[in-house]
């Protein structure tokens, strides 16, 4: 299918890896422009010579609004504009008991996980609205609608990232900028990559054991009983940032597996 956003510019946070990174390549095969983002881009500068199209990488840390600045202005500067953002940086905090966690530890989440979405609105959507035309998709979590007890921060961060994404998505459209979300669950990347080597030395099994235990004991939604591939993510966020999807807004997308057990968003 063409998403019909061939020589479109977007900027994409987090882009090292991961979501971000599946979503590079899958936009750069649609003849997207990108300015690819990361805190570290000495990988990612090496990364962006195998896409084959126009891609630049632009160090940026999202909890500064000078650096989110400074990248979107790097895209404007080498592109002209900024048609698309895809924000998928994000950490997921401090864990344990939520009422053990400290301000500071929520603060952090509350930092990188929803703030950092308000920095890049503040400063591409501008951009998008003069152009007419753009895409602002964040990656949300399934635990936003459904939290888990030893994750508060995380919960409390990207429900906060959601509700801002839902209302952003209210007066945007009169100006063409098309506003959403997407939900993943249990997606293998070097997030839940972590999660899983911790969670085999802390039950001395193999990390294959501690996937398959967790999917078990802790996504029981998920019936194929795998994780989630980052393309599977970036197919979706491909098609909320394309010209198809030009009738969906303020929407939240699960990539789930079924994760979430309810019907509501």
């Not at 509350?110 to 998008?128: C, E, I, K, N, Q």
């Amino acid at each position: 299918m063409d998403l019909q956003i061939g020589g479109r510019v977007a900027i994409i946070t987090g882009a090292s890896d991961g979501m971000g990174w599946a979503t590079a390549r899958l936009l750069a095969q649609e003849g997207v422009r990108l300015v690819l983002s990361d805190v570290k881009t000495d990988t990612l500068e090496r990364e962006v010579a195998t896409l084959g199209g126009e891609a630049i990488a632009v160090k940026a840390d999202v909890t500064s609004q000078a650096e989110v600045d400074a990248l979107v202005a790097a895209a404007v500067e080498r592109f002209g504009t900024v048609d698309i953002v895809v924000h998928t940086a994000g950490i997921t905090g401090a864990k344990g008991d939520p009422l053990e966690m400290t301000d500071a530890d929520y603060e952090e989440a509350y930092r990188t996980d929803f703030l950092s979405a308000v920095r890049m609105a503040r400063a591409a959507v501008p951009v998008m609205k003069r152009g007419g035309w753009g895409r602002f998709v964040c990656v949300a979590s399934e635990n936003v609608v459904q939290p888990y007890w030893e994750e508060a921060t995380y919960n409390t961060a990207k429900a906060a990232l959601a509700v801002f994404m839902k209302g952003l998505s209210y007066k945007l459209a009169a100006d063409g900028v098309l506003v959403n979300t997407v939900a993943p669950a249990f997606i293998a990347t070097p997030m839940t990559d972590e999660m899983m080597k911790k969670r085999a030395e802390e039950k001395g099994v193999s990390f294959d054991e501690a996937i398959e235990s967790f999917l078990e004991e802790e996504r029981p939604g998920i019936v194929q009983k795998r994780r989630g591939e980052a393309e599977e993510v970036a197919a979706v966020i491909a098609l909320l940032v394309s010209e198809r999807a030009s009738f969906v807004n303020g929407a939240n997308m699960r990539v789930d597996g079924g994760s979430v057990q309810a019907v509501q968003n």
